[in-house]
């Protein structure tokens, strides 16, 4: 079959001599005539999606000015009735049954981040786990303490007193509410590996969306005679009557009237209220402590700790042990060497033995079968062991 190519095409479109009929092909419409066919052949495929009503361009309503106006209204006043509705809408948190005035307090050696971490990231982690343990258990305040048992006097350019310094912060640091940091905490190098921190989820880290009559906030740097506005974690700040230091962290009472209204108030309260008064578990405090000694003795509490109980491998069974009633208790753990090597180490104590010093000295897992369990992990089994044997001995 002959066949000869189109100059005007540039060599693209052949014409055949020999075809009886190629004037079809042949002709400059041809391409124009077979889109045609498609466009009637694919009929029935566009009238599956909405028929005849297709050929009609898609957004029509946006060719007059009418129509544009129309659809933004109609958005905008969607986006306001979202907004309006999600403000209004609260999911209450659910109360205790009873108050509880009773503390428990723990002591834990910053040793353990020379011990047994070598990097920031470890030693962010295993901090992490500590306050994990204390916030399950309602532990109002964990002691960070040095216990002299240091087998290095630099790790990789920190002191000691700088692992002290970043245990406490990592505390403080987790036990602040997600919406208070940015207030509080600034960029610090001891933080630099908070993201490797488990959230608490305590009860008073609080949601948007979420009620409950107390709530911790923060004084805002606002102007104003006789007022305090303060940043709660609402949709929008509330105010105090009274006029205090920005910067200021408080816990604050809500009224229940405020729940229904725009513009919210509340009442400064003591940090302990929600426990004595509700039974709300409202987080720990964080002290430092530079002794053994001053773990004892420099406690917030006017009577002191009226139960020591000291956690050793070498202790009573727990499972035989029996605790008196209390008002404040204080559990200390020891570094990798023990509270026996914490005690000797300490000059100002005239103890020389633990049951000197502690009302009871316990092993809280007497079926260990490793060698040695480290702090956290001791953190978390003696809580647990603890919690049948002291809850209900506590006095309210």
């Known amino acids: 079959m002959a066949h000869n190519y189109d100059n005007r095409s540039g060599g693209r479109h052949m014409t055949f001599d020999d075809d009886q009929d190629n004037s079809e092909y042949n002709s400059r419409d041809s391409f124009k005539r077979k889109n045609k066919e498609d466009d009637r052949f694919s009929f029935?495929?566009?009238?599956?999606f909405g028929g005849q009503n297709d050929n009609k361009p898609r957004f029509e309503n946006w060719n007059s000015e009418a129509g544009r106006m129309n659809n933004w209204n109609s958005n905008k006043?969607?986006?306001?009735?979202?907004?309006?509705?999600?403000?209004?809408?609260?999911?209450?948190?659910p109360r205790p049954e009873k108050p509880r005035k009773?503390?428990?307090?723990?002591?834990?050696?910053a040793s353990i981040l020379e011990e047994t971490c070598k990097?920031?990231?470890?030693?962010?982690?295993?901090?992490?786990?500590?306050?994990?343990?204390?916030?399950?258990?309602?532990?109002d305040e964990i002691i960070v303490y040095d216990d002299?048992?240091?087998?290095?006097?630099?790790?990789?350019?920190?002191?000691?007193?700088?692992?002290?310094?970043?245990?406490?912060?990592?505390?403080?640091?987790?036990e602040c509410p997600q919406y208070l940091r940015k207030y509080l905490f600034s960029f610090h190098r001891f933080l630099g590996k908070v993201g490797v921190l488990n959230a608490l989820n305590a009860p008073h880290h609080l949601l948007s969306k979420q009620w409950c009559e107390y709530r911790e906030g923060v004084v805002l740097d606002r102007r104003n005679k006789s007022l305090s506005y303060v940043d709660v974690g609402l949709s929008s700040e509330i105010t105090i009557d009274k006029k205090l230091d920005a910067g200021l962290r408080v816990t604050v009472k809500l009224p229940p009237e405020t729940k229904d209204l725009t513009k919210r108030f509340g009442v400064v309260v003591s940090p302990d209220e929600p426990r004595e008064k509700c039974?709300?578990?409202?987080?720990?405090t964080v002290r430092v402590a530079h002794s053994l000694t001053e773990v004892m003795t420099g406690g917030r509490f006017r009577n002191g700790y009226d139960l020591l109980i000291g956690t050793s491998d070498k202790g009573e069974d727990i499972k035989t042990t029996e605790y008196p009633t209390f008002s404040?208790?204080?559990?200390?753990?020891?570094?990798?060497?023990?509270?026996?090597?914490?005690?000797?180490?300490?000059d100002q104590l005239e103890a020389t033995e633990p049951l000197h010093l502690f009302d009871f000295y316990t092993n809280t897992c007497p079926m260990q079968q490793a060698r040695t369990i480290r702090t956290e992990e001791a953190v978390l089994i003696s809580l647990c062991a603890l919690q049948d044997k002291l809850l209900p001995k506590g006095k309210n």
């Open 328 to 346: 404040h208790a204080l559990i200390v753990f020891g570094g990798v060497e023990g509270l026996e090597a914490a005690i000797e180490a300490d």
């Open 102 to 109: 009773y503390t428990i307090s723990i002591a834990v050696p």
């Open 279 to 284: 039974g709300y578990y409202w987080g720990y």
């Open 119 to 139: 990097k920031d990231e470890l030693r962010t982690y295993v901090v992490g786990q500590v306050a994990r343990a204390a916030n399950i258990y309602s532990v």
């Open 44 to 48: 029935g495929k566009r009238q599956r």
């Open 148 to 174: 002299k048992c240091w087998r290095k006097k630099d790790v990789t350019g920190n002191d000691s007193q700088n692992l002290i310094e970043m245990m406490r912060m990592l505390l403080e640091y987790q």
């Open 77 to 93: 006043n969607k986006k306001w009735q979202d907004a309006e509705q999600f403000e209004e809408y609260f999911e209450d948190v």
